[in-house]
């Protein structure tokens, strides 16, 4: 792992899971992890009710754009987290490789998002305690 380690978030649609991942690692971590997301086919926007949902719990994602996955958004990552969504993303050893099961938040309310918001935050604090723990081995 380099000195700063990065974690790389994929979805489909780069535009309610993953972003709201991002937010909350870039937020919680600071700037001790490098945090990228991206969509094997990335949307025009980020979900409305994901930004909504984030502004709630305190984390402003309104600036955020859907970017396309790439092999070197991968070879740059320590991790690699999918979002439950089948994505076939190139595997290079060295790297960890997560699959978060979640709900797609796609057309839904922000009354939908909340729990898939709060089921990610829960799994962002015990992946930073994760990657703090390395760091200091």
């Given at each position: 792992m380099a000195d700063k380690p990065s974690v790389l978030f994929v979805c489909v649609h780069n535009a309610g899971r993953s972003q709201m991942a991002a937010g909350f690692l870039q937020h919680l971590a600071g700037d001790?992890?490098?945090?990228?997301?991206?969509?094997?086919v990335p949307g025009d926007q980020v979900n409305p009710a994901a930004v909504e949902a984030m502004k709630e719990a305190g984390v402003d994602i309104t600036g955020a754009k859907p970017k396309i996955l790439t092999t070197e958004a991968v070879q740059a990552s320590d991790y690699v987290i999918t979002m439950g969504c089948g994505d076939a993303c190139p595997v290079f050893p060295g790297k960890k490789y997560l699959d978060w099961a979640l709900e797609d938040p796609a057309g839904k309310g922000v009354d939908a998002v909340r729990p898939i918001r709060d089921g990610i935050r829960t799994r962002i604090v015990a992946l930073i305690a994760e990657i703090d723990a390395k760091r200091e081995t």
């Open positions: 001790r992890i490098e945090v990228r997301s991206a969509g094997s």
